[in-house]
């Protein structure tokens, strides 16, 4: 392969010079295998952005990581990444046949190949679904596969959150397959040692063994992963401020160093405080789309010319043969019943409406902590940019949760 030579010294010195100094800043513990024989595919869990250089501490190899398009539109870092590492990149709206044939090629030249399969990060500490077509992959590919599982990690640097916290993380190997064994097992069986290997529950790792997580501004940006109030019930009211969530109609929780929600102390609150509402964030996140199904199943009431979520100060973006973004429009975001609309806000007269009805976007997700990501049938992505903290989780959730309602 062209280039690899490249790879593998930067990989090498890079594994050399920087693993112990990220290690403790990231309070990182992990187990180094030795004496493993190329090439191989490392399936792992995926709980931070720095997850594919923490999980290369393991290995002393270089290894070719499996990534979305959003690596290409990044200027100057994604030419330097592209140089020195030479990533697998997986662009959103394209069929994954082009991704398998390019593993397949760097296996055949003795490459090793590390894919997170949920594909992105966690926003509440639950692992994402987990695709069975990982299995057909690992079962045609016929070469050493190891699991591999992080635990501690949501807490020590969330999705959602601007610092990292000093608690706990660890990276260990939990299953080497041999060749062999993968030979005798069925796609059904490869599939199932995958999630039983990799998959964690951040709230539950935290109950059976407590870890005390310090760090500066606890609470910052949760409203970008909380959006519902669970007194006033009210969409996009929550704001942040040190380890304090609180919303218009008065309701406040503290975040604490367990990663548990608490009443604060003040003059108003009986001794001892009650318990919050919802305790962890995995409990409010699946408590705030129950809420969200609530108001979809009245959304024929509704009048469509009536926003259900807005938000300003937000930019839309074109993605252009997923390595270029070009500025389309910036004003308010509005979610009508049946459509997603950006509208252009220098006045009224000249107002101008940028809109995609929910039967022609074919997917949305997140990016990153509150990009929107979204491709139509007419085969263009877009992204969806804010100035300031809001969630993009509620727009992806109640677009899903139409959907599916329309299905």
């Not at 987990?130 to 057909?136: A, F, H, L, N």
């Not at 309701?251 to 919802?278: A, C, G």
Request: charged share 25%.
């Amino acid at each position: 392969m062209k280039g690899k030579l490249r790879h593998d010294f930067i990989y090498r010195a890079l594994w050399i010079l920087s693993r112990h100094f990220i290690a403790r800043k990231f309070n990182f513990k992990y187990k180094i295998i030795e004496n493993l024989q190329s090439p191989y595919i490392v399936i792992s869990n995926h709980v931070t952005n720095v997850d594919p250089i923490l999980i290369g501490f393991s290995f002393g190899r270089c290894m070719y990581y499996v990534a979305t398009d959003q690596l290409l539109r990044m200027g100057l870092k994604s030419r330097l990444l592209m140089y020195f590492f030479s990533p697998i990149v997986r662009a959103k709206t394209a069929q994954e046949t082009q991704t398998v044939i390019t593993i397949f090629r760097r296996l055949k030249d003795k490459c090793n190949i590390c894919i997170f399969p949920e594909g992105m990060t966690s926003f509440n500490g639950e692992p994402y679904e987990i695709q069975p077509s990982i299995s057909k992959l690992v079962k045609r590919a016929g070469v050493t596969l190891v699991t591999y599982r992080f635990t501690g990690g949501y807490f020590t640097y969330p999705r959602w959150a601007r610092f990292i916290r000093k608690g706990k993380m660890e990276g260990n190997p939990v299953q080497i397959y041999s060749p062999e064994k993968i030979a005798s097992m069925t796609e059904e069986e490869i599939y199932k040692a995958i999630i039983k290997d990799i998959n964690v529950s951040a709230y539950g790792e935290q109950e059976k063994n407590p870890v005390v997580y310090r760090g500066k501004n606890r609470a910052e940006y949760l409203e970008t992963v909380l959006y519902c109030c669970p007194k006033c019930r009210q969409f996009g009211t929550l704001t942040s401020c040190a380890d304090i969530l609180s919303c218009v109609c008065g309701f406040q929780v503290r975040f604490n160093e367990l990663n548990y929600f608490e009443i604060p102390n003040s003059k108003d609150t009986p001794s001892p405080p009650p318990p919050p509402p919802l305790k962890t964030i995995t409990d409010w996140c699946n408590w705030q789309r129950k809420e969200v199904e609530r108001l979809a199943g009245t959304a024929n009431g509704m009048d469509e010319n009536v926003p259900i979520f807005t938000d300003t100060g937000q930019k839309l973006f074109e993605v252009q043969n997923y390595t270029k973004s070009t500025l389309v429009a910036e004003g308010k975001l509005c979610l009508y019943k049946n459509r997603l609309s950006l509208i252009t806000c220098e006045n009224r007269i000249s107002e101008k409406s940028f809109d995609f009805p929910f039967e022609t976007i074919i997917e949305m997700s997140c990016f990153a902590m509150m990009r929107i990501l979204f491709s139509t049938n007419k085969n263009k992505v877009f992204e969806i940019h804010s100035k300031h903290p809001r969630s993009a989780l509620k727009y992806a959730d109640f677009l899903k949760i139409m959907k599916s309602v329309k299905e």
